[in-house]
């Protein structure tokens, strides 16, 4: 086991954001957070990167409590595009070493990967938020990093470009802990899936055990159809809007 969520809870002003949240995630799995607006995704996943401290369990990395290791920090001011990829590359350099042809070769294949490539000597605070978040994913991914922690990585993103980054982390064999609302790009790119509501985890398994229309009913409060993907036997789930007025 990779990364461990160990009885997680995190407390602000006397209410539990997270409660007792423990997930398993395995080498080279994608393992997904669902849950309705204000669950707690995001605030598990600073935990996991450490923006957060929680206030009682532990995330553990190779059983390493990761609170005890030092907190790298970034910013991303007025740099340019190569320049913030190329930035991912710093946990991999001595001092000020420059990039060598490998690194360089490295964040130009990234950059044609998540198709910003054309962007390359434009200042990042000059993009749209999709160009954006693929700059950013860029640079998540010429991290080569252990885990990736992704927070809605398709906030933004046209399909086209959902549909490339999620194909892109499945074929990187990346360990992948990701935060996504489309429940149904969750079945298509995760091994398992963690639900999330007020708090707590309520349910986790594979896309199929988890996505139910009785879950989907009881956690988000709405109907839905799950019929498997014609193709891949993924569940996917068709919704259907009110009858009108
Ligand atoms: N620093 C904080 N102080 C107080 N409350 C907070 C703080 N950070 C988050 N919260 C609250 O904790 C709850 C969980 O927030 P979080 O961002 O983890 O939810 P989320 O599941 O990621 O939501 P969304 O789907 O809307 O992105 C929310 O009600 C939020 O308002």
Do not use: W
């Amino acid at each position: 086991m990779i990364l461990r969520l160990d009885a997680l809870g995190v407390e602000r002003n006397g209410r539990a954001l997270v409660r007792d949240l423990s997930l398993e995630v395995g080498a080279g799995q994608i393992v997904g957070l669902v849950g309705p607006n204000g669950s707690g995704k995001s605030t598990a996943l600073r935990c996991v990167y450490r923006a957060l401290a929680p206030t009682t369990g532990a995330v553990l990395l190779h059983d390493r409590d990761l609170t005890a290791l030092t907190q790298e920090g970034g910013s991303e001011l007025d740099f340019t595009v190569a320049e913030i990829v190329a930035l991912g590359r710093a946990p991999h350099l001595r001092g000020n070493q420059a990039l060598g042809a490998r690194e360089q070769e490295l964040c130009r294949r990234a950059m044609t990967q998540l198709d910003v490539l054309h962007l390359a000597d434009r200042g990042v605070l000059t993009l749209s938020g999709g160009e954006r978040q693929r700059v950013l994913a860029a640079r998540a991914l010429v991290q080569e990093p252990e885990v990736l922690v992704l927070d809605e990585p398709t906030n933004h993103l046209d399909i086209r470009h959902q549909i490339e980054l999620l194909t892109l982390l499945r074929a990187s064999g990346l360990t992948v802990v990701i935060v996504l609302h489309d429940l149904n790009l969750a079945a298509a790119v995760c091994d398992r899936i963690g639900v999330l509501a007020e708090g707590a985890l309520v349910a986790a398994g594979t896309p199929r055990e988890v996505l139910t229309a009785r879950l989907v009913r009881a956690v988000f409060g709405i109907d839905a159809t799950v019929v498997p993907h014609p193709l891949t036997g993924d569940p996917q789930l068709l919704y259907s809007l009110g009858a009108p007025a």
